[in-house]
């Protein structure tokens, strides 16, 4: 516990990845995105995770991504990279790499379709932490992998491994991130990976969010974490409340279909997905084109 080191605090964008007509990665324009993150106030850069479809990458790209990333940022925010397989020797080759990368952290979603247990989930995860010398964040999102991360399990993890540090909790379940945080004696950072609950699991002693919405609104994203840390909580549920029907939008299909159309709509150009994701269908598109409006965020395409 004396050894954990805080990877980052406020808002941390889930980095989408644009690609050319032809699928490839279109670099360009990524480092579009990461500048003006940076210069709207984002924390953190989260690359290669699942709004980055590294689903579908090869290796070689998701260790390009990496560095490339690393490079944009010019060390102005830390980059954590999405690390996380479902075969514990590719998750451990995956994290080496980042590291040798020059990735400040790694964010490891526990191994999907396998639908390990505990115990399994335990050693998976000691076994990645042990191959590197990075803080690491584990990735509960059950409703991708199948399988949730026990809040015991992710206490032993936090205090018998010291390069894990804390969690991106995409449960949707408020409970179990306070049992978490009540576990740990507060002692592991959490973070929202929901951005309808950036508000509430801050309030509870969390670090942040790890967030799709930081896209289209990078600068609100982080005002809603720091106003809570600076004790404006009223002012943060404010924001927050603003922000649902936009949240709801950018989720209105599968993620990250609807956020890649969003940053089309605001001039990007993030149109192309890799299959299985295909395009936003007609009336999500109306519909998060109106939450955008709503939102004061306008669309320079309708």
Excluded at 196 to 213: E, H
Aim: hydrophobic share 40%; charged share 20%.
């Amino acid at each position: 516990m004396t050894n954990r080191t805080t990877i980052f605090t406020g808002s941390g964008v889930a980095l989408i990845t644009p690609m050319h007509a032809d699928g490839s990665i279109n670099y360009q324009e990524m480092e579009r995105i990461v500048a003006k993150q940076i210069r709207s106030g984002t924390d953190a850069i989260i690359v290669c995770g699942t709004t980055g479809e590294s689903a579908t990458m090869t290796e070689k790209e998701h260790l390009e991504m990496i560095e490339a990333c690393v490079a944009m940022a010019h060390g102005a925010v830390p980059v954590i990279a999405g690390t996380g397989a479902n075969a514990t020797a590719k998750a451990i080759r995956l994290s080496k790499a980042a590291q040798k990368a020059g990735a400040d952290g790694l964010l490891v979603v526990s191994p999907y379709y396998n639908k390990a247990t505990q115990k399994g989930l335990k050693q998976h995860f000691t076994q990645v932490a042990m191959s590197v010398d990075l803080p690491i964040l584990l990735y509960n999102i059950p409703g991708r992998t199948g399988v949730n991360i026990a809040p015991q399990t992710i206490a032993s993890l936090v205090k018998e491994v010291d390069q894990i540090v804390g969690v991106k909790e995409a449960s949707g379940d408020i409970s179990q991130v306070a049992q978490i945080l009540q576990l740990c004696d507060g002692e592991i950072d959490v973070y929202s990976g929901n951005d309808d609950q950036i508000v509430p699991i801050t309030a509870l002693g969390g670090k942040g969010v790890i967030s799709v919405l930081a896209h289209v609104a990078p600068k609100e994203t982080h005002d809603m974490v720091w106003e809570v840390m600076h004790g404006d909580v009223k002012k943060a549920a404010a924001l927050q409340l603003k922000y649902l029907p936009l949240i709801k939008a950018l989720f209105c299909e599968v993620n990250p279909i609807p956020v890649k159309a969003a940053m089309c709509m605001l001039g990007y150009d993030t149109k192309t997905l890799r299959m299985p994701l295909t395009e936003l269908e007609p009336c999500h598109k109306e519909e998060l084109q109106k939450a955008m409006r709503e939102a004061g965020i306008i669309p320079v395409t309708e």
